[in-house]
C-alpha cells in the first residue's frame, strides 16, 4: 500500500487506497476490497498498480485486499483502518432545489429516464454519493501535501443507506430538499442562465441568478443559524438545444456574512455514480453525449466520463470558492477537474497505461489552496490546538511602509503572502505550524518575524530581497500581494509598487511620513476628501499635538473631529448626524491606535489612548477587524479619510521618533 499505512487513523467514510503488486503485468486487471459489514467493492487495476474507494465504520477496519487476474487471485493482502469521524466541525450541508411547481426530474437520456433514474430520489443519491467522493479528494490530497487526512464532515444521519446496493439502514450524508418559490419557468428564465449573453440593445428585467436564488429558497427553509457552509444542486437545470445554452444553472460559490454557499446545475447529474460500486463504471463510461438530449457544458462533456468528471469536479470547484479558495494557476481551483477521475483510479480512457500519481494532471489543489483548507475551520483535525476568541472572528490586515519595506500584520496570525505580478502567480510564502522548524534552520528563506511563531502576527517584506525570490520585476509591473490569514480571511494589496514609490512624504520638518493602506473602498456616492494633520508627543516637530477627539456616530460612523493644542479642530468625514462623544487625551497621554471594522466603508472604531482610556465602541460591528497603530519606533503624525453620509475610508500617516 502505497498511501496508508496498517493502523492508521482517518476521519472520513469512504477512503482512497492506492497501491501496487510487485513483478504484475496486465491492462485488464482488478482489484476487489472486501469488509466485513459492506458489500465487496471493484476497480480496474494495471501492472500490479490500483486505486480503490474502501468504505468504513467507525471503530477498526478489518479490510482484506484480492488482485485478480481473470478469475485467478495472484495477490491478497490485509489492512487495518481506524475511522474516527470529528463531529464537533461545521459540515458542508448539502441540499437540492427544484421549483415549487417542479416535476422532480433533471435530464437524461432517453433510456435512463424514469422513477429511480432521472428523479428526485436519484438526484438526492447521486449527489449523496458525489459529496463523498469529494470528501475522500480532499483528504487524499491534503495528506499528500503534508497536512495529514484533514477534510470536509457531511451532516449526516440514520437511515436507508444509498451508498450501497443493499440500501441497509447506517449513518448517510443528509440531502436537505428545499421547494423554493419560484415556479419551474421562473427558474429557467434565460436572464437567470450564467451562461446566457444578453445581445446588443437587451433590455433585462432581471439581474437575478441561481445563487440568489438558491439563497432565497435556503432564507425560507429556515433550518440553517449561525455560520453554515451549503452546496446547492439546482435540480431544473435544463439544456435546451435550440438556445444552446443550459437553462437554470450557474456555477458559482462564495458568500459573505454567516452563509457560504456553492451551486450547481443537474444537467450532468444523469453520468454521476449513485453508489460506490458504480464510482468505477461511470468513471470508464465513453458514451457519445446526444446533445438533442444533454449539454456538452463548455464543450468538455463529449463522452459521459467527461461529464461525471466536469459535473462533479465543477461542483466542487465552486465549494472550493466557498470555503475561500480563489482560481489558482493549476488545479481543481483552474480547470484540473477535467481530470478528477484520475485521483480515484488507475485507468482511466484516452490513457495508456496505469494513472500513477504522477499522472493525475490537473486533479489536485494548488498549493495556495492546500494552506488556505490546512486552517479553514471546517477541516480542523482533533489534535488541532483550540482557536482562541480572536482567531475566531475575521481579521483584516494592516500594510505599514518602513524605510526597511512593508509590514503586514493581521492579529490572527498570517499563514500565507503570495507574490502576483501583472495578474499572474509568481510565488509564496506560507506560515503553518509543520514548516516552522523548516523556517528556523534555514531549508525555507524566512526573516526573522517569520521565525517566531507558526503563525506569525506581522512580516515585514523586504522588497529587494522578495524580487530576486519570486523572479523579479520591474517597478512598471503591475505588483500585487494576495495575504491570507489563520481565520482564511484573504485580502489583496493592489498596486504594490505604487505603494512602495509614493506611499511616503516629507513634511515642512525635514520627517519622512509614511502612508498606511487605506481601510475602506472610499467610493459612496457624494464621498468627500478630509485630511488630519498632528503629531505625537514624542515628536520632535512643528506639527500641532492632539488634545481630543470628538466622535459622531450613531448605527453608523458619521465621523470625527481632532481638536490640537493651538486651537484648531480638523474633521474626518462630513459629521453632520449621530451622537456626539469626546475622548479627552491628558498632557502625559497620547493616540495609541485605533480599532477599526472596515469592509467598504469604515463600519465603527474606538480610539485607545497609551494609558489604557477610551472612546468605547462607535459605530456598526460589521467588516474586517484592523488594529491601526504605527510600527514599534514610529509615531502618530495624521489621518486622512473620506465620507459622504458615512465613513468611507480611513489611512494612517506615521513617522519614525528621532
Known amino acids: 500500500f502505497l498511501n496508508i499505512a496498517n493502523n492508521e487513523t482517518v476521519h472520513q467514510r469512504f477512503l482512497i487506497v492506492y497501491g501496487q503488486v510487485p513483478g504484475i503485468q496486465g491492462n485488464k486487471d482488478r482489484i476487489v476490497v472486501r469488509h466485513p ?36 487471485v495472484v495477490s491478497q493482502s490485509e489492512l487495518v483502518i481506524k475511522m474516527e469521524p470529528y463531529l464537533d466541525r461545521p459540515p458542508l450541508i448539502l441540499a437540492v432545489v427544484l421549483g415549487s411547481d417542479s416535476k422532480g426530474i433533471f435530464d437524461s437520456p432517453p433510456d435512463a429516464r424514469g422513477p429511480g433514474l432521472n428523479d428526485l430520489d436519484a438526484a438526492v443519491r ?16 491534503m495528506h499528500r501535501q503534508g497536512f495529514g487526512r484533514r477534510t470536509i464532515r ?37 436572464e437567470r442562465a450564467q451562461q446566457w449573453k444578453a445581445p446588443p440593445g437587451y433590455k433585462r428585467h432581471t439581474e437575478e441568478s441561481q445563487f440568489s436564488l438558491a439563497n432565497e429558497a435556503l432564507d425560507a427553509y429556515g433550518a440553517f443559524s449561525g455560520s453554515h457552509h451549503v452546496a446547492c444542486l439546482s435540480l431544473d437545470s435544463h439544456w435546451d438545444p435550440e438556445q444552446n445554452i443550459i437553462l437554470g444553472h450557474a456555477a458559482l460559490g462564495g458568500g459573505s456574512g454567516d452563509r457560504r454557499l456553492g451551486v450547481f446545475g443537474s444537467h450532468t447529474t444523469h453520468a454521476w455514480p449513485a453508489n460506490a460500486e458504480e464510482v468505477a463504471a461511470k468513471f470508464l463510461d465513453t ?35 466557498l470555503f475561500t479558495l480563489a482560481h489558482t494557476p493549476s488545479g481543481i481551483m483552474r480547470r484540473g477537474f477535467d481530470d ?120 515585514l517584506v523586504d522588497v529587494d530581497t522578495w524580487n530576486g525570490w519570486a523572479g523579479g520585476w520591474s517597478k512598471s509591473d503591475k505588483l500585487q500581494l494576495v495575504l491570507t490569514s489563520r481565520a482564511t480571511s484573504t485580502d489583496t494589496l493592489e498596486n504594490v509598487n505604487d505603494l512602495l514609490l509614493n506611499g511616503s512624504h516629507r513634511d515642512h520638518d525635514g520627517n519622512t511620513v509614511f502612508r498606511a493602506n487605506q481601510l475602506g473602498k472610499g467610493e459612496m456616492q457624494g464621498s468627500e476628501k478630509f485630511e488630519a494633520w498632528f503629531s505625537s508627543k514624542d515628536m520632535r516637530c512643528s506639527t500641532p499635538k492632539l488634545v481630543s477627539i470628538e466622535i459622531r456616530a450613531g448605527d453608523m460612523l458619521d465621523g470625527f473631529i481632532l481638536h490640537l493644542e493651538d486651537g484648531s479642530e480638523r474633521r474626518i468625514g462630513k459629521c453632520k448626524g449621530g451622537n456626539k462623544s469626546v475622548l479627552s487625551i491628558d498632557p502625559d497621554d497620547d493616540l495609541d491606535h485605533i480599532v477599526v471594522n472596515s469592509g467598504w466603508w469604515i463600519d465603527g472604531l474606538e480610539f485607545v489612548t497609551r494609558q489604557g482610556h477610551t472612546s468605547g465602541w462607535k459605530g456598526g460591528r460589521g467588516g474586517g477587524r484592523h488594529v491601526v497603530k504605527p510600527p514599534l519606533g514610529y509615531s502618530w503624525m495624521g489621518i486622512t479619510g473620506s465620507g459622504a453620509d458615512w465613513l468611507d475610508s480611513l489611512t494612517m500617516h506615521y513617522a519614525r521618533r528621532k
Open 37 to 72: 459489514y459492506f458489500p465487496p467493492l471493484t476497480f480496474p487495476a494495471i501492472d500490479g498498480y490500483f486505486k480503490i474507494l474502501v468504505e468504513l465504520e467507525r471503530g477498526d477496519n478489518g479490510l482484506k485486499f484480492e488482485y485478480l487476474q481473470g478469475e485467478a
Open 154 to 190: 457531511l451532516e449526516e444521519e440514520y437511515e436507508p443507506d444509498s451508498m450501497a446496493r443493499d440500501n441497509e439502514r447506517r449513518m448517510t450524508a443528509r440531502v436537505h430538499v428545499l421547494r423554493s418559490k419560484r415556479t419551474v419557468a421562473e427558474i429557467q428564465d434565460k
Open 340 to 459: 478528477y477521475n484520475r485521483t480515484f483510479m488507475v485507468s482511466a480512457p484516452g490513457f495508456d497505461g496505469p494513472v500513477r500519481q504522477r499522472d493525475e494532471g490537473g486533479a489536485h489543489w494548488h498549493r495556495t489552496d492546500i494552506v488556505r483548507l490546512r486552517h479553514h475551520p471546517c477541516l480542523r483535525l482533533p489534535g488541532d490546538p483550540p482557536l482562541r476568541d480572536n482567531e475566531k472572528q475575521e481579521s483584516g490586515f494592516d500594510v505599514l511602509p518602513t524605510e526597511r519595506g512593508l509590514l503586514i500584520q493581521n492579529d490572527n496570525g498570517i499563514t500565507m503572502i503570495e507574490v502576483w505580478v501583472n495578474d499572474e502567480y509568481r510565488n509564496h510564502r506560507e506560515y503553518t505550524a509543520e514548516n516552522l522548524d523548516r523556517r528556523r534552520n534555514g531549508s525555507l528563506p524566512a526573516g526573522q518575524d517569520e521565525m517566531a511563531s507558526a503563525f506569525p502576527r506581522e512580516v
Open 287 to 321: 458514451t457519445i453525449t446526444d446533445t438533442r438530449y444533454l449539454a456538452n457544458d463548455c464543450g468538455g462533456c463529449g463522452e459521459y466520463w467527461r461529464s461525471a468528471n466536469v459535473g462533479m469536479g465543477a461542483f466542487l470547484h465552486e465549494c472550493g470558492h
Open 126 to 141: 447521486k449527489f449523496r454519493c458525489c459529496a463523498y467522493l469529494w470528501q475522500a479528494f480532499i483528504a487524499e490530497h
